[in-house]
């Protein structure tokens, strides 16, 4: 599909810091076809966009300008989680978990059926292999809708069930025709949540948040079975990876007696040290998004310029945290899901991939810290919203699931920004926030130290 016009437009058009800088168009969610029925990918009359083409794996994906593979597979329910049209009176979205490397997933789903009566299932995709496939790995009797199952590196799924007040842990595999399990054990516990799988491949952690302390278990990857590994004092939530050994695990936390939320780090290897991480203004709320373990690069969502704001900055350096106005938009959210690895001590580079939530829907934006563009483009049809991987020369994988295909990737290369200031046409200088960060060194190895120290007035402006 082609693209179009978005600046300047209705509900959900970016807002720039400097739009006379910028050239080109974006596509417009309500008109690009998001959510509509199924295209063949090729040339369509109209005006060519600036977006590069978006290849399909699997089978076309409508919304996405490009062109793909024609083919198609049994129908099957959608994986979208959030906002999203419905293909056939397919069953409600559940939730899509990848591993650290985007070889496996994980998802429960549904077989079709009527409203309170679908049999709800875990079924495992592989997406290192030249055509993406999903794996059924139902049981003797169907899951509850609120289970959460989470891949690991090896091609097991983790599932976590609730069963009365007690948090129920185990390995499920396939077996020829059937499905193994392997269980690992309970945990005595009204409520907990798995956390993202660790960049190793091979450990699960889950939080149990609780008003005076929040326990860190080792749900799977330890020796016997689920394992309280931390209590941190306060109350947490989040839970982001700093490095690619699975030491440093990042949770925004609420002290004690109360107070604002701020992002601390746990050093796993130092008996779950906990040490500050954001600091952006002593009364701010500042939670970390997502990070990126080879450039340092970390997205931060706070309040520190007045109201909640998506900001960026660099794990070490001693700049403030920025706020670019292109990441504002007036009727929709935007959280980021995916940061493009391989730039070593190069943040500014790294494309990131955003989900945007309106009352269109969700879409696709994707933004670099050194650019002030947010480019938009429309999702593919049943896109598991807010799933995605980059690979490390920029190429965007989002994994769907519709009406014509079981198991679908789509591909999108990270278009190109023009990095010059309006003025004078030069490359974006230091008032523009493109500045080099200055990170010392990569995350794997640098202790994390309190971000933005800078005076709030320097951390709040845009770029």
Same mark, same amino acid.
């Given at each position: 599909?082609?693209?179009?016009?978005?600046?300047?437009?209705?509900?959900?058009?970016?807002?720039?810091?400097? =739009?006379?800088?910028?050239? #080109?168009?974006?596509?417009?969610?309500?008109?690009?076809?998001?959510?509509?029925?199924?295209?063949?990918?090729?040339?369509?009359?109209?005006?060519?966009?600036?977006?590069?083409?978006?290849?399909?794996?699997?089978?076309?994906?409508?919304?996405?300008?490009?062109?793909?593979?024609?083919?198609?597979?049994? +129908?099957?329910?959608?994986?979208?989680?959030?906002?999203?049209?419905?293909?056939?009176?397919?069953?409600?979205?559940?939730?899509?978990?990848?591993?650290?490397?985007?070889?496996?997933?994980?998802?429960?789903?549904?077989?079709?059926? @009527?409203?309170?009566?679908?049999?709800?299932?875990?079924?495992?995709?592989?997406?290192?292999?030249?055509?993406?496939?999903?794996?059924?790995?139902?049981?003797?009797? $169907?899951?509850?809708?609120?289970?959460?199952?989470?891949?690991?590196?090896? #091609?097991?799924?983790?599932?976590?069930?609730?069963?009365?007040?007690?948090?129920?842990?185990?390995?499920?595999?396939?077996?020829?025709?059937?499905?193994?399990?392997?269980?690992?054990?309970?945990?005595? !516990?009204?409520?907990?949540?798995?956390?993202? =799988? &660790?960049?190793?491949?091979?450990?699960?952690?889950?939080? &149990?948040?609780?008003?005076?302390?929040?326990?860190?278990?080792?749900?799977?990857?330890?020796? *016997?079975?689920?394992?309280?590994?931390?209590?941190?004092?306060?109350?947490?939530?989040?839970?982001?990876?700093?490095?690619?050994?699975?030491?440093?695990?990042?949770?925004?936390?609420?002290?004690?007696?109360?107070?604002?939320?701020?992002?601390?780090?746990?050093?796993?290897?130092?008996?779950? +040290?906990?040490? =500050?991480?954001?600091?952006?203004? $002593?009364?701010?709320?500042?939670?970390? /998004?997502?990070?990126?373990?080879? &450039?340092?690069? /970390?997205?931060?969502?706070?309040?520190? $310029?007045?109201?909640?704001?998506?900001?960026?900055?660099?794990?070490?350096? !001693?700049?403030?945290?920025?706020?670019?106005?292109?990441?504002?938009?007036?009727?929709?959210?935007?959280?980021? *899901?995916?940061?493009? $690895?391989?730039?070593?001590?190069?943040?500014?580079?790294?494309?990131?991939?955003?989900?945007?939530?309106?009352?269109?829907?969700?879409?696709?934006?994707?933004?670099?810290?050194?650019?002030?563009?947010?480019?938009?483009?429309?999702?593919?049809?049943?896109?598991?919203?807010?799933?995605?991987?980059?690979?490390?020369?920029?190429?965007?994988?989002?994994?769907?699931?519709?009406?014509?295909?079981?198991?679908?990737?789509?591909?999108?290369?990270?278009?190109?920004?023009?990095?010059?200031?309006?003025?004078?046409?030069? @490359?974006?200088?230091?008032?523009?926030?493109?500045? @080099?960060?200055?990170?010392?060194?990569?995350?794997?190895?640098?202790?994390?130290?309190?971000?933005?120290?800078?005076?709030?007035?320097?951390?709040?402006?845009?770029?």
């Amino acid at each position: 599909m082609t693209a179009c016009a978005i600046e300047g437009g209705p509900a959900g058009a970016a807002a720039t810091a400097e =739009p006379e800088a910028e050239s #080109g168009t974006e596509p417009d969610p309500k008109e690009s076809g998001a959510g509509s029925g199924l295209k063949k990918y090729g040339t369509e009359a109209g005006p060519e966009g600036p977006g590069d083409p978006v290849k399909s794996t699997g089978a076309d994906a409508p919304g996405l300008p490009g062109r793909g593979a024609d083919k198609a597979g049994p +129908e099957t329910s959608s994986a979208a989680r959030g906002p999203a049209a419905r293909v056939d009176d397919a069953p409600l979205p559940g939730g899509f978990t990848l591993t650290a490397d985007g070889a496996y997933a994980a998802r429960l789903t549904a077989a079709p059926g @009527p409203p309170g009566e679908r049999a709800w299932y875990p079924e495992r995709w592989t997406l290192d292999g030249p055509e993406p496939y999903a794996v059924p790995l139902p049981l003797g009797q $169907p899951e509850e809708p609120d289970a959460e199952v989470a891949p690991l590196a090896d #091609g097991r799924v983790l599932i976590r069930r609730r069963v009365a007040e007690r948090q129920m842990f185990s390995l499920l595999y396939p077996t020829g025709p059937g499905t193994g399990e392997l269980l690992l054990g309970a945990v005595e !516990c009204a409520e907990m949540t798995l956390l993202p =799988p &660790s960049p190793d491949g091979r450990c699960v952690y889950a939080l &149990s948040a609780g008003d005076r302390y929040a326990s860190l278990w080792l749900v799977a990857g330890g020796a *016997f079975g689920p394992e309280e590994i931390a209590r941190i004092p306060g109350r947490c939530s989040g839970g982001v990876w700093l490095d690619r050994a699975g030491r440093l695990l990042a949770l925004d936390r609420r002290a004690p007696g109360g107070g604002p939320v701020k992002a601390v780090v746990v050093d796993l290897g130092r008996g779950a +040290e906990v040490t =500050p991480l954001l600091q952006i203004a $002593p009364d701010s709320d500042d939670r970390l /998004l997502l990070a990126d373990a080879d &450039s340092g690069l /970390l997205l931060i969502r706070s309040d520190a $310029p007045g109201h909640d704001r998506l900001g960026w900055g660099v794990l070490g350096s !001693c700049l403030p945290v920025r706020f670019p106005e292109c990441l504002r938009l007036a009727d929709a959210a935007v959280t980021p *899901f995916a940061v493009q $690895p391989g730039q070593m001590l190069m943040p500014e580079s790294c494309a990131v991939a955003l989900r945007i939530d309106g009352a269109a829907g969700s879409w696709l934006g994707v933004w670099r810290p050194a650019g002030r563009r947010l480019h938009q483009f429309a999702a593919p049809l049943g896109w598991a919203a807010g799933a995605g991987y980059w690979s490390r020369d920029g190429v965007l994988r989002l994994p769907y699931t519709n009406g014509a295909t079981s198991c679908g990737v789509a591909m999108l290369d990270a278009p190109g920004d023009v990095e010059t200031s309006s003025g004078t046409g030069r @490359p974006g200088d230091a008032e523009g926030g493109t500045q @080099p960060s200055a990170a010392v060194s990569a995350p794997a190895v640098c202790k994390p130290v309190p971000l933005g120290q800078a005076p709030l007035h320097r951390a709040a402006r845009s770029d």
